[in-house]
């Protein structure tokens, strides 16, 4: 029988949240904490990738994280067009790209 009104709502969304939570469990059992083998090799290749732009470099700090096949940056860069940058460089290691890099101006 489906549940119905705020009630069934809610025992919804704490389903969807439990099975999240359960996934991350299952990935921290598997990997511990430092992460998989594989994730950490691909935060590896994206940050040698973006060592070769010099422009993405100092003064911005752009820190790249890696989980189940995900690649994260964040971090400050200071115009749209590196961040834009940025997230094209990531993404030629083939994996999905998630940005979360600020725009900090600086005075620049």
Same mark, same amino acid.
């Given at each position: 029988?489906?549940? !119905? *009104?705020?009630?069934? @709502?809610? @025992?919804? &969304?704490?389903? #969807?949240?439990? !099975?999240? !939570? +359960? *996934?991350?469990? /299952? ?10 083998r594989s994730d950490v090799?691909?935060?590896? &290749? @994206?940050? $040698?990738?973006? $060592? ?18 995900? #690649? =994260? +940056? =964040? *971090?400050? #860069? $200071? !115009? ?6 940025? /997230?094209?460089?990531?993404? +030629? $290691?083939?994996?999905? #790209?998630?940005?979360? +890099?600020?725009?900090? =101006?600086?005075?620049?």
């Amino acid at each position: 029988m489906l549940e !119905t *009104g705020r009630h069934g @709502v809610m @025992v919804a &969304a704490a389903g #969807v949240l439990l !099975t999240g !939570t +359960l *996934g991350a469990c /299952e990935t921290l059992e598997r990997c511990g904490w430092k992460g998989c083998r594989s994730d950490v090799a691909l935060a590896a &290749a @994206v940050e $040698s990738n973006l $060592s070769q732009y010099p422009e993405l470099g100092p003064p911005n700090t752009i820190r790249v994280r890696a989980y189940d096949g995900i #690649v =994260y +940056l =964040y *971090g400050d #860069v $200071s !115009t749209e067009l590196q961040r834009s940058q940025a /997230e094209t460089v990531a993404a +030629l $290691s083939g994996a999905q #790209v998630r940005d979360s +890099l600020s725009i900090d =101006y600086g005075g620049r």
